[in-house]
């Protein structure tokens, strides 16, 4: 099915005029195939297409942000890496849409991690109509909640309202004056996810980690990046992420124990003229690759007999609450009792400083939010 919705990338003209040498990334990209039986650590896959959008040019990013990505530094060769190339547009956007759900479906099976250049942040829902999942985890990392309900919006001004049912949506970077109190509870009650802001993630950028690692899908909107160190956004702001907070966001996505894909969308070329904001978009990339050549398996499973546990009795609280760090990684869980668990409990991702607030008898909105829902 791939090779009917699916450019090769060899037959891309960005792949065909790259004339590198073996110290870049694109020189040992050229020479990789897809192949089911050899399957690779990171996949590559562009989606041209911005006609959801009001910047309509955003079908030109994945060519523009690959030119870059494939001059940057080359990775180990144990790292198999794959650019499957780009998705075939449909006549509609719709028929792209459902070309991208298609693809999603066939991909999100083989338990690999895939890089995305899109194109526009509405393709995210049939990205995620693709995963044959019961629950999902998205990150958002945005300014904004991406909700607007005027008649002239574009798809990726309320594509939030389409996301499936199933869907637990965690917003990173937001900015306060672009989203409102109501719409941040509602984030929080209507799909059992949170929000943490770009003045939060500056106080401890190391909380961003538990909310990426166990993610599906992190869609990245370009426009969550500063202007200034990110030329090429269409939706124009002064503030945002800085460069490296946003290699940070990708690099945890690439670590994440589940084989989460990493999605960059809305790099904007017209605003772009020095393509430096292309440049920027292919670091990003590049990190989120980095990631995953770093992955750790370190989940916890069974008796999780090679993490150290702590166990606090909680005030108002009729059991303990357990947490578990590797000694390895340092990264921690904490325990929710579940009901229809015979054997073990919910396991989830934290931080040290939810362990630290138990501590004190305080327990973390997390853990809250997962004990209601079992």
């Given at each position: 099915?791939l090779?009917?919705?699916?450019?090769?990338?060899?037959e891309?003209?960005?792949?065909?005029?790259?004339q590198?040498?073996?110290?870049?990334?694109?020189?040992?990209?050229?020479?990789?195939?897809?192949?089911?039986?050899?399957?690779?650590?990171?996949?590559?896959l562009?989606?041209?297409?911005?006609?959801?959008?009001?910047?309509?040019?955003?079908?030109?990013s994945?060519?523009?942000?690959?030119?870059?990505?494939?001059?940057?530094?080359?990775?180990?060769?144990t790292?198999?890496?794959?650019?499957?190339?780009?998705i075939?547009?449909?006549?509609?956007?719709k028929?792209?849409?459902?070309?991208?759900?298609?693809?999603?479906?066939e991909?999100?099976?083989?338990?690999?991690r895939?890089?995305?250049?899109?194109?526009?942040?509405?393709?995210?829902v049939?990205?995620?109509?693709?995963?044959?999942?019961?629950?999902?985890?998205?990150?958002?990392?945005d300014?904004?909640?991406d909700?607007?309900?005027?008649?002239g919006a574009?798809?990726?001004?309320f594509?939030?309202?389409?996301?499936?049912?199933?869907?637990?949506?965690?917003l990173l970077a937001?900015q306060?004056?672009?989203?409102?109190?109501q719409?941040q509870?509602?984030?929080?009650?209507?799909t059992?996810?949170?929000?943490?802001?770009?003045?939060?993630?500056?106080?401890?950028?190391?909380e961003?980690?538990?909310?990426?690692?166990?993610?599906?899908?992190v869609?990245?909107?370009f426009?969550?990046?500063?202007?200034?160190?990110?030329?090429?956004q269409?939706?124009?702001?002064?503030n945002?992420l800085?460069?490296?907070?946003?290699?940070?966001?990708?690099?945890?996505a690439?670590?994440a124990?589940?084989?989460?894909w990493?999605?960059?969308?809305?790099?904007?070329?017209?605003?772009?003229p020095?393509?430096?904001?292309?440049?920027?978009?292919?670091?990003?990339?590049?990190?989120?690759?980095?990631?995953?050549?770093?992955?750790?398996?370190?989940?916890?499973?069974?008796?999780?007999?090679n993490?150290?546990q702590?166990?606090?009795?909680?005030?108002?609280?009729?059991?303990?609450v357990?947490?578990?760090?590797?000694?390895?990684?340092?990264?921690?869980w904490?325990?929710?009792?579940?009901?229809?668990?015979?054997?073990?409990?919910?396991r989830?991702?934290?931080?040290?400083?939810?362990?630290?607030?138990?501590?004190?008898?305080?327990?973390?909105?997390?853990?809250?939010?997962?004990?209601?829902?079992?």
């Amino acid at each position: 099915m791939l090779n009917d919705l699916i450019i090769p990338a060899k037959e891309l003209a960005v792949v065909k005029t790259f004339q590198g040498d073996e110290n870049q990334l694109g020189y040992h990209l050229k020479k990789q195939t897809w192949n089911l039986k050899k399957l690779p650590d990171v996949a590559i896959l562009g989606i041209p297409e911005g006609r959801g959008s009001k910047g309509e040019e955003l079908s030109t990013s994945p060519e523009l942000i690959r030119t870059q990505l494939y001059s940057l530094a080359a990775f180990p060769s144990t790292v198999k890496l794959v650019d499957l190339g780009d998705i075939k547009c449909g006549a509609t956007v719709k028929d792209t849409y459902a070309a991208v759900k298609l693809v999603a479906e066939e991909l999100s099976g083989l338990n690999i991690r895939l890089l995305i250049l899109g194109g526009s942040q509405e393709l995210t829902v049939p990205l995620l109509h693709g995963f044959e999942k019961e629950e999902l985890g998205l990150v958002l990392v945005d300014d904004r909640i991406d909700n607007i309900e005027n008649e002239g919006a574009a798809a990726d001004e309320f594509f939030i309202n389409n996301l499936p049912d199933r869907t637990a949506v965690t917003l990173l970077a937001g900015q306060s004056y672009f989203i409102g109190e109501q719409w941040q509870d509602l984030l929080a009650e209507g799909t059992n996810g949170a929000l943490l802001t770009l003045g939060e993630i500056r106080a401890d950028y190391k909380e961003i980690e538990p909310l990426i690692r166990m993610a599906d899908l992190v869609s990245f909107d370009f426009g969550a990046l500063k202007v200034a160190e990110a030329p090429g956004q269409y939706r124009i702001s002064p503030n945002g992420l800085t460069g490296e907070e946003a290699c940070q966001i990708a690099w945890y996505a690439g670590l994440a124990t589940t084989p989460a894909w990493f999605a960059l969308f809305g790099y904007y070329s017209p605003n772009d003229p020095a393509t430096l904001g292309a440049m920027m978009a292919a670091q990003i990339s590049w990190y989120f690759i980095h990631g995953a050549t770093k992955k750790l398996d370190d989940e916890p499973v069974d008796e999780a007999t090679n993490f150290e546990q702590f166990v606090l009795d909680i005030e108002g609280l009729d059991e303990p609450v357990t947490f578990l760090v590797h000694p390895i990684s340092q990264r921690w869980w904490m325990e929710v009792p579940n009901e229809d668990c015979t054997l073990f409990p919910i396991r989830i991702p934290c931080s040290r400083k939810d362990y630290l607030k138990a501590c004190n008898n305080e327990i973390s909105e997390k853990w809250w939010s997962y004990f209601n829902k079992s």
